[in-house]
């Protein structure tokens, strides 16, 4: 089965958090699928944290070692539909999405995702 990344997944390999640090570098091996949407969460949250520069080198690395899935008209409506059956965020959504249309295993920590009832393998990062 192929593996999926959330913004969650990859804030915390940036921050070296463990274990999700190190299990996302595993996963990195295997070139995981992860959504434009989730990739803006870790643009976003990087440039607050550390400038525009930053982040901008985060997502050119991301492009290097991850495979993006832009969201296409049909992904945008799954991804409303799992947000809409699931009280999450519209971009956990998107990264549940994401792992369905790969048949991928979802990395992540994310609290709203482990308590859901997600229609795609999750694997607990924390």
Excluded at 54 to 72: F, H, K, Q, T
Aim: aromatic share 6%.
């Amino acid at each position: 089965m192929s593996l999926c990344l959330d913004s969650w997944a990859v804030l915390r390999w940036l921050e070296g958090v463990e274990p999700a640090a190190s299990r996302v570098e595993q996963a990195l091996v295997e070139r995981p699928c992860m959504s434009w949407i989730n990739v803006g969460e870790v643009f976003y949250v990087s440039t607050r944290a550390g400038g525009r520069e930053v982040a901008g080198s985060i997502v050119d690395d991301l492009r290097r070692i991850v495979r993006l899935d832009e969201p296409s008209p049909e992904r945008v409506l799954q991804a409303a539909t799992i947000k809409a059956d699931h009280p999450l965020a519209y971009a956990d959504a998107f990264a549940i999405a994401t792992a369905v249309a790969h048949d991928a295993a979802l990395l992540t920590g994310d609290p709203e995702i482990l308590a859901s009832d997600a229609p795609c393998p999750v694997e607990d990062l924390r």
